[in-house]
């Protein structure tokens, strides 16, 4: 989800009006003052991230595809299902949204209705990509803590249609956002770029909407992450604590066990998704939060600390795009494996072709 930006730059007594598209804020704010440190932070950092987040959730999406990885057809279900939504964030929100926005002034994407199809479009994408780390949590809750529900459940049916459903659910409820927005200049009868109309400010509706909107992502799925996370762990703790007492009454030592061992490695997994979800995404959502109590709307100087606070924790949010994928996927052994072999095969085609 990318929240609402709160607030703009502004100088003096004057205010400078929110545009949505980062790049077109930027453009009008460097006519009025210097260069600030955050925007020369985000020149290097999103189009990095673009690179990075591209590659990599290209890479899991075509190797997780050729189910080869050992994997079960409902977990890679999964794992393709959120490789894909954070792709899509990636592409919309950091590459149209923001890199657009910076390196190429007055384009088609600066068009009233375009601008705001591609809002939709990243708080649709970054809600799916959410709500998938939930579903694909909740589907291995249900493998490790309901042997009976799993066999009905964790399946490659049920795991497409949670996809769909969570994709057209996201849509539509951030399909409000597209209509939030109003022109700044309308030129020889075209809208251009957009800027939050003032009644989001103050109407109770647009209020009630944001509040649920920032309850439903990310508040909902902090609290069902960690609580099944944390219902998972017990059982993996429980299970593991029989199975070596166990092993110790037959064995009469305590010798390694490789089961015990991949149990700790699911544990060390779990914390690690969680964790980075929680890490990455509180920042912009205690941040959004304050900002709706304390009604922040302007900012006047780079150097705000509410200013730096909100850019900063947008680009917390964004690097999540490029972390689900590898934590889920990159620990696994057969995965990376597969990754080594796309790595040399084309190296081995060159040096072939060389050598003809």
Known sequence: MVMEESGTLAESSECLPELRF????KS??????GYPLIYQIEDIFYPVLAAVGVSVNLVAIVILSRGKCGLSKCITCYLVGMAVADLLVVITDVILRRIVGIYIAFSFLDMTPVCCLVEFMVFASTEVSV?????????RFVAICCEKLKTKYCTEKTAAVVLGTVSVLSCLESLPWYFIYEPKFIIDNVPWYCITKSRFFTSPIWAAFEMFHNILTPCVPFFLILLLNVLTIR???VASRVRREFRNRNNGENLKDPEMENRKKS??????ISGSFILLWLTQFVYNIYARIAGTRYYYSATDINFITEHSSFMLQL???CTNTCIYVLTQNKFRE???NAVKYPLNLIVKLVKL
């Open 28 to 33: 009008l704010l460097l006519t009025e003052m």
């Open 319 to 321: 690097l999540s795009s």
């Open 338 to 340: 597969e990754l080594k």
């Open 22 to 25: 980062p790049g077109q804020q």
């Open 235 to 237: 059982r993996i703790l």
């Open 267 to 272: 544990i060390i997994l779990l914390f690690s």
């Open 131 to 139: 709500w998938l780390t939930v579903a694909f949590t909740f589907d």
